[in-house]
């Protein structure tokens, strides 16, 4: 007799469903390619959030997944650039940057059981002009004695990598989930 799935992702057998660690997956691997060469701010942080927030059928896990799966990916970039990146753990920008994946999880549960292109987009921009604006409040109070209005322009050249890598990894997050879907049949209702 098949077990109807709860929202912890386990059956009431008490056997794990697939979903939530396919979207674990997905999204530690998307972190991880911050290990790549990349431009700068060419990173998949805002779309983890929106995919995290629009996917698990638990809010905890939709807020902790990707917090985690970033939080991995600075322990290892800071493994493979040294002391020098682990002093970014003791910065305001550190806060910033997680509080901005938090808040854009939360703008992804607005894409809950709604996922198509257009909002997919629209959440992406959303999301990367939040991240903008955040980070360079915080940078402005902590490194632009100028102001904050020469801080955001100082980031604008940052701000098109930002957009271009939260659309591709948008792309490849959301993209790839809808096709897995196709073929995996638990992976099909609105969250997981």
Do not use: K
């Not at 700068?40 to 990707?66: C, D, T």
């Not at 650039?81 to 550190?94: C, K, P, Q």
């Amino acid at each position: 007799m098949p077990h109807a799935d709860t929202p912890n992702g386990l059956t009431s057998g008490n056997t794990l469903t697939p979903g939530p660690w396919v979207l674990t997956v997905m999204i530690l691997i998307a972190a991880l390619t911050r290990l790549l060469p990349h431009p700068p701010n060419f990173s998949p942080v805002e779309a983890v959030a929106l995919f995290g927030g629009a996917y698990f059928a638990s809010r905890q896990l939709a807020l902790l997944v990707p917090l985690l799966a970033m939080f991995v990916s600075d322990l290892a970039l800071g493994l493979v650039h040294g002391g020098i990146y682990f002093d970014y753990f003791a910065s305001v920008h550190f806060i910033g940057i997680y509080a901005c994946i938090a808040l854009s999880t939360l703008l992804g549960f607005g894409l809950r059981g709604r996922v198509t292109g257009p909002r997919v987009l629209g959440y992406s921009l959303a999301g990367s002009l939040l991240f903008f604006l955040v980070t360079n409040a915080i940078s402005g109070t902590e490194f632009c004695r100028a102001g904050l209005l020469s801080c955001y322009a100082a980031g604008l050249p940052f701000f098109q990598w930002t957009v271009l890598g939260t659309l591709f990894y948008a792309a490849l997050l959301f993209g790839g989930f809808a096709l897995l879907r196709r073929r995996v049949p638990q992976l099909r209702a609105q969250t997981i």
